[in-house]
């Protein structure tokens, strides 16, 4: 299902044609992507939408900016010579639309904007990206500037795989992708070759949860640590804007749960923090292995 | 997805040709099963297994066996002149295998039933449906003796179907489609277009009540009664064996999780006491429409 050309070359960054704008929402995501583009030489502007972000972020050049601020966005972008923007983090305080005041430069983009967008199914991220490009910016996904973000095929974390989980791991990763492709969910548990869980809108945590119950109560049998988890992006998914991403918490829900380990889809799925997933796939003794998609 | 080969002929009733024995379970599908058989004016036997049955059962001929009865089966069956076995009815009290005691008829099918039963990846009503064609018995589908049991396409029960739902109709019915063809489950939810859950080892009941509370949650959003829930076979299904199935309860589920309706796929799922359904969807205000499948 995946060709060459969706697959995004995790062995190669974007090469470094001027400065990167990280447009920086919650959690470490912003700080992994900085810290890459500067070790890598090259100049970073982080700009912080206004609301919580990790403090980590004032080390870099960094700008606060309010929802709507659009024209104060492109002069700063403009005036450090901004060629690419990498969109990171997740934003889970949604602005109140009412109290959004519209900068010059967002009114004057405003007219092509809504001839682009309206009447289109655009996402919200979606939108983002299409008014970024309208600025004249190429939008970058963390992982074209953090290659290290996204794991190639093998053993990540944690102890070897089992060789008897093997089944687990293609049964959980194909029903990952059935599921994707009907624009459900990301996520699957296999159980002994049967799914046991299929993702929707409860998200991972809430499914692996599921599982967990599951087993507690004899409904789905395994002994000792069985089964496995599989995370793979949906075929049609724009992973600039918008990766699966699996972190230590995802490890320890799973461990939790008595899951034996996760497969991730190699290249398409981001490990948020790769030092602390790494310990805690150790300290739990969770695998956690990349592989191909189906 | 569906052949006309596959898809059973729901108009046209078995011919009668001799006396039919109903291998009967709990609940009330053994009754409906004896019932239609009867007015159809045929010969019926009903044999139940040791547990609780439908004290209604007790208006037919009714013989009531052990596991492991297998030549006491073969005596009854042959003294009625029985030509097709059909299995009714759910069986939730599994027998302690160490206390079944074979009797003679069981031991000397034993030889020839492990040979084509070992090494096979039969479910257990696959092995009982083996037995009773190495017995010289046709198995037969309650659908074939009962054809009010499964619906054409079209309303089948509740309020009209609101236009605006034939979206979440088709949507959820793909959906549950392609988690059968993955061996995973029968049902899905689908909201404003989107898959809000979708159904594995937890059972439809566990998943309605999921997307209720992802709803009371505001995490899936939706005015007054919103979504269907789309209940279909698996494509490899052995219906004869194994048919999904509503009923009241499950009407009465949709209703408390605020879900508008339900979808089933027409010929292929069973409706439980189609009267008490009705009376169930027509009380809650829930729409059940049968559909073809994808």
Redesign the interface.
Known sequence: MTSASQRPDAAKPAAPVGALAILAGEGALPVQVAAAAAAQGRKVLVVALEGPFDERLRAFDLEVVKWGQIGLLQDLCKRRGVTEIALAGSVTKRPDFRSIRLDMGAVRLLPRLLKGVVGGDDSALGFVAKLIEEMGYRVVGPYEVAPDLVAEGGAVAGPPMPNDLAEDVVCAM??AK??G?????QA??SVSG?????????GTDAMIH??GA?HADG??KWRGRGGVLAKCAKPQQDLRLDMPAIGALTVEAVARAELAGIAIEAGRVMIVDRAETAAAAERTGTFVVAVDGP
Do not use: F, K
Request: no cysteine; glycine share 4%; net charge positive.
């Open positions: 194909r029903a059935a599921i492709a009907l624009d459900a969910g699957a548990v049967r799914i046991a869980a299929l993702e929707a809108a409860e599921r599982v599951l409904r789905v």
